[in-house]
């Protein structure tokens, strides 16, 4: 039998063809390579180093605050006067301040419980203290179940209140706004938030309230989170990395300079003065917690943050809980930032180094710079640069600058220090979707406004697990996301090219990154919680 040859199978016409259009984009290839295609891509990474550069001076900054603050023992108690609030014989319990407690929920079935039951178990004297349960469900069962423990805890003779509204307007900033208009709060001095998810322990008022009581210029004091289910998955302890960065270094750095640093949406306390002064809660926003405390630091109140008073919660174990989450967190300060951009310039209560602060550092370099040249940089400019070998990266900024910064933000975290490597790849993959969100939020494009509860699990998952189990039944559309597939592609099809034509071995950075958004492209990432 004659060998088989490529004419054989294609016919010559059809071979002529292939050839033909390969020579064209070829030559169209050549044409624009020299004119367009170098002189972008060394723009692109000279954009790119030098939002690298922005990014790496910003954390060594904060890395050189910290490490002072920790040298010189700058604790709260030693920049602000605390001391615990004295009994009155006199004044009895009026010589503690009323304080609300605001919880805001949306069909919390899981939580619900663990939230009302933390928030009714604080410690204060129980007629200098009213709990408010503002629920936005849409569940009538949930709404039942939350209204029923609301009056078994009233029972009890705790002052709780059940809210509801016939609306969602406004979402979560809607429903602390209405909560702040019933006439029971003109009486309160000081506001405690906590989400549906976060248990305070039952000394959290007696740590919290003597700050604002002994020193009128604070308006909020804020506390750390203490995640309860970091080992839940390899994805919560990736979140824990990253969050304790943030608690650890941002906060704890914008609060002993007595800069800027955001309100965490809850486990903080308000004096209710100055968020009236502020102006109260906004929805113009996804992020109506930074939104209230850019207005009020713009007014020229102080906040404090609490590293060692730590509120449990739960992160999203969920991938799905999780995108959504960060697309909030990432969209909502872009917009922001929009919005309020010429409000701070124009503002004259405050100083100049806050307004740069605020801007260039809080709102740019964290908000900003860090998701886009995360994403922009490391996955899709450094990879172009192996299809066009006359554009190089100096070793500086495609090693040295994401090693030191890498590391600077692992230490928050040193139990997960062997981690760094899945972080790394974790993060870079999340930045994808951090970075849509951003430009969304900066374009106010269709999404902009979008707000997803982040689902909590509470004790669902080992209740389910005692049950048989059951296979788990989903769409095959529905844990599939094209653009880290498309992505993952990219990579890997740069890491290919690399492979046979580069000199930086870049290919061992591209295939492992690949596989990082196909794993996530195709949501094997996270719980898979079993359907009842």
């Excluded at 919390?108 to 004297?125: D, H, K, N, T």
């Excluded at 706004?177 to 009486?187: A, D, I, L, P």
């Excluded at 609060?255 to 955001?262: L, M, Q």
Aim: glycine share 6%.
């Amino acid at each position: 039998m004659d060998r088989l040859t490529t004419t054989t199978i294609i016919p010559d016409a059809f071979q002529g063809a292939r050839d033909d259009m390969s020579m064209q984009f070829s030559i169209v290839w050549d044409q624009i390579r020299a004119p367009l295609i170098i002189p972008l891509l060394r723009l692109a990474v000279a954009i790119c180093l030098i939002m690298s550069l922005m990014l790496f001076i910003e954390r060594v900054y904060m890395g050189i605050v910290i490490v002072l603050v920790k040298l010189f023992g700058r604790k709260p108690e030693k920049r602000y006067k605390w001391e615990p609030i004295k009994d009155d014989v006199e004044l009895g319990n009026y010589a503690y301040p009323m304080v609300l407690v605001q919880i805001p929920m949306y069909n919390e079935r899981e939580v619900y419980q663990l939230s009302i039951g933390a928030a009714c178990g604080l410690s204060w004297p129980s007629d200098r203290i009213i709990i408010q349960v503002l629920d936005d469900s849409t569940d009538p069962t949930i709404k039942d179940l939350v209204e029923l423990e609301c009056q078994r805890w009233a029972s009890k003779g705790i002052n709780i209140k059940y809210e509801i509204r016939d609306n969602r307007n406004g979402y979560k900033a809607g429903a602390l706004k209405e909560g702040m208009k019933r006439n029971y709060v003109k009486n309160c001095d000081y506001v405690a938030i906590f989400d549906a998810d976060f248990q305070p322990e039952p000394d959290f008022l007696w740590r919290t309230i003597p700050f604002l009581v002994h020193n009128p210029e604070l308006a909020l004091v804020q506390s750390r989170w203490k995640f309860v289910n970091t080992d839940e998955c390899l994805m919560t302890r990736m979140q824990e990395m990253s969050l304790d960065y943030h608690f650890t270094v941002e906060q704890e750095v914008g609060s002993s300079t007595y800069a800027f640093f955001g309100f965490n949406g809850t486990a903080g306390v308000w004096r209710i003065g100055a968020l009236d002064e502020a102006g109260g809660w906004k929805d113009r926003t996804t992020v109506e917690d930074m939104d209230l405390a850019v207005r009020a630091s713009l007014k020229g109140w102080k906040f404090l943050y609490l590293g060692n008073l730590k509120v449990k919660n739960e992160l999203p174990s969920t991938l799905k809980a999780y995108r959504y989450q960060q697309h909030r967190w990432s969209c909502g300060p872009a917009n922001l930032f929009r919005k309020m951009f010429m409000e701070i310039i124009r503002n004259k209560k405050v100083t100049l180094w806050k307004k740069v602060h605020v801007i260039y550092s809080f709102f740019l370099v964290r908000k900003i710079v860090a998701h886009i040249v995360t994403f922009i940089f490391y996955c899709v400019v450094l990879p172009a640069t192996v299809l066009v070998p006359e554009v190089e990266v100096p070793k500086w900024g495609a090693v040295y600058i994401p090693s030191i910064v890498t590391i600077l933000n692992a230490v928050g975290t040193p139990r997960s220090l062997h981690l760094l490597v899945f972080w790394i790849l974790f993060e870079n993959v999340m930045s994808l979707h951090r970075t849509k969100a951003t430009f969304i939020g900066l374009l106010e494009a269709g999404r902009v406004n979008e707000w997803i509860v982040t689902e909590k699990l509470g004790d669902a998952l080992k209740a389910k697990a005692v049950k048989a189990p059951k296979k788990r039944r989903f769409k095959f559309g529905e844990r599939l996301h094209l653009l880290e597939l498309g992505t993952g592609a990219y990579l890997f099809f740069c890491g290919c090219y690399d492979l046979a034509f580069g000199k930086n071995h870049y290919f061992l950075f591209l295939y492992v990154q690949a596989t990082a958004f196909f794993i996530m492209g195709f949501g094997y990432v996270g719980t898979f919680v079993p359907q009842s």
